[in-house]
C-alpha cells in the first residue's frame, strides 16, 4: 500500500525535521522601525495583568519584508512598552502577516497575535513607505526620506510578551489557565539609515492602533537585520484577569464560537 500521507510520521523523520529547523541559515530582512511617546493612559489600558507600563509610554511598529527564496515574506508588528518581573520589553497587539506559515507557527507555538494581512516596504531611492492593512485598510503607514546613515549597533538581545492560550469550546473563559510567555530574540544588524518622515494611524474597527497617537515622534529608521528567537513560559495567569483581553487577539470576540449548525442525526 502506498504511504498515507495523514498518517504518523516515524521518529527518524520527526527528529531529521527538527534538526533540519535548528540548522537555517541566516535570514535577512529589510525593516522599518518607527518608535514614538503615546497616551500613557492608552498603553495602561491595553496591558492585560501581569503586565506593567514602562517609564516612558512607547509605541514601536515594525514594517519588514522577508526575500525568502521564492516566497517574499511581509512581517509587521505594532506593540507597547511593557514589563514583567524586572523585564523591560514589549507587548504586540497586532502582527499582520502576509503568508499562514508565518502566521500559525507563531500563534500555535509561541501566542503571538498573528493574523493574515497586507504588509509592504517600498524605496524608490531616498524615498520609502511601509504600512499594514488588513480589510482595505492601512491602519498603519510610516513614509518619509532617508537622511543618512548611522552607525551600526551591536547585537542585541529583545524581549517580547505574548499570552498563549485556548478559548473554552464551550464559549465560556478557557480550556486550562493561559500561560505567560517570554520571547527573546537575538538580533544583528548590518545596515542601518535614518528617515525623516512621519507616521499616519487610520481609523479600523479590526485594527484600532489609532487610539494610541504619535505624541512625540523618536525615531524612524530602515535597516536590514538578522534575528533569532526562543521561548518560554514564565508563569500562569489568571483566567478571569485576561479574559477581558481577549478580544485584542481576534477581529470579532464572537468568532471563536462560529460553529455550524449540528447535522440532524447529532441533534
Do not use: N
Request: aromatic residues 6%; negative net charge.
Amino acid at each position: 500500500m502506498a504511504r498515507v500521507r495523514y498518517g504518523a510520521r516515524t521518529e527518524r523523520e520527526i527528529a531529521a525535521a527538527r534538526t533540519a529547523s535548528a540548522r537555517l541559515p541566516d535570514v535577512w530582512s529589510t525593516g522599518v522601525v518607527a518608535v514614538w511617546e503615546t497616551d500613557p493612559d492608552a498603553v495602561a489600558a491595553v496591558l492585560p495583568p501581569p503586565l506593567k507600563p514602562t517609564a516612558r509610554p512607547l509605541v514601536r511598529v515594525t514594517v519588514s519584508r522577508v526575500d525568502l527564496s521564492g516566497h517574499p515574506l511581509g512581517a509587521g508588528s505594532f506593540a507597547v512598552a511593557a514589563a514583567h518581573g524586572g523585564v523591560d520589553g514589549w507587548y504586540p497587539l497586532v502582527m499582520p502577516m502576509t503568508r499562514e506559515r508565518a502566521l500559525t507557527g507563531g500563534r500555535e507555538v509561541f501566542g503571538e497575535p498573528k493574523k493574515l494581512g497586507e504588509v509592504t516596504v517600498e524605496r524608490d531611492g531616498l524615498v520609502v513607505q511601509a504600512s499594514m492593512a488588513r480589510h482595505g485598510i492601512a491602519f498603519v503607514e510610516v513614509r518619509g526620506a532617508v537622511s543618512g546613515p548611522l552607525p551600526l549597533p551591536g547585537p542585541a538581545r529583545r524581549t517580547d510578551f505574548y499570552f498563549k492560550f485556548l478559548p473554552a469550546v464551550d464559549g465560556d473563559g478557557f480550556d486550562g489557565d493561559p500561560v505567560l510567555v517570554h520571547c527573546v530574540r537575538h538580533e544583528k544588524v548590518r545596515r542601518l539609515e535614518r528617515i525623516t518622515g512621519d507616521v499616519v494611524l487610520r481609523e479600523s474597527m479590526y485594527d484600532p492602533v489609532a487610539d494610541l497617537p504619535v505624541r512625540d515622534l523618536v525615531e524612524i529608521t530602515i535597516g536590514e537585520k538578522t534575528s533569532d528567537q526562543s521561548g518560554r513560559v514564565v508563569e500562569r495567569v489568571d483566567p478571569q484577569a485576561l479574559l477581558p483581553y481577549l478580544h485584542q487577539r481576534y477581529d470579532d470576540p464572537l468568532q471563536v464560537l462560529d460553529a455550524p449548525p449540528p447535522a440532524e442525526g447529532d441533534r
